[in-house]
């Protein structure tokens, strides 16, 4: 049994490592690819070669709509242009630069203690 679930465990990561894979590298957007994906299993299931359970939630399409303002090209909007704001550089004092560095140094002996490390090796 172990055996068949260590199996079964390492299809399924397999499995889900193609789908990321394919997903994620086919050409146009993510969306894009997920609703040609989900019309051609409504296009399946219509013609009867899918069978879902009764329970499962259907497949759903986009109804058709008509035009409206946001579905044609819009040319974009003429924006002020940008004026970054000056940089200015604070130069820090010897005892705000020891302090800086003394908490600093704190996170990292917190983050970073040798037992963490013992343990995690």
Same mark, same amino acid.
């Given at each position: 049994?172990?055996?068949?679930?260590?199996?079964?465990?390492?299809? &399924?990561?397999?499995?889900?490592?193609?789908?990321?894979?394919?997903?994620?590298?086919?050409?146009?957007?993510?969306?894009?690819?997920?609703?040609?994906?989900?019309?051609?299993?409504?296009?399946?299931?219509? *013609?009867?070669?899918?069978?879902?359970?009764?329970?499962?939630?259907?497949?759903?399409?986009?109804?058709?709509?008509?035009?409206?303002?946001?579905?044609?090209?819009?040319?974009?909007?003429?924006?002020?242009?940008?004026?970054?704001? *000056?940089?200015?550089?604070?130069?820090?004092?010897?005892?705000?630069?020891?302090? &800086?560095?003394?908490?600093?140094?704190?996170?990292?002996?917190?983050?970073?203690?040798? *037992?963490?490390?013992?343990?995690?090796?």
């Amino acid at each position: 049994m172990d055996n068949i679930d260590h199996r079964h465990a390492a299809y &399924l990561r397999t499995s889900l490592r193609q789908i990321r894979y394919q997903l994620g590298s086919a050409d146009g957007s993510f969306k894009d690819r997920l609703g040609s994906l989900a019309k051609m299993l409504a296009d399946l299931a219509d *013609e009867g070669y899918i069978d879902l359970l009764a329970e499962s939630p259907g497949l759903k399409q986009m109804p058709v709509r008509l035009p409206d303002l946001h579905s044609f090209y819009t040319p974009p909007i003429r924006r002020s242009p940008f004026n970054p704001e *000056e940089v200015i550089l604070s130069t820090l004092q010897p005892d705000e630069l020891l302090s &800086l560095r003394s908490k600093m140094m704190q996170d990292v002996t917190q983050a970073f203690s040798p *037992e963490k490390v013992n343990r995690k090796v």
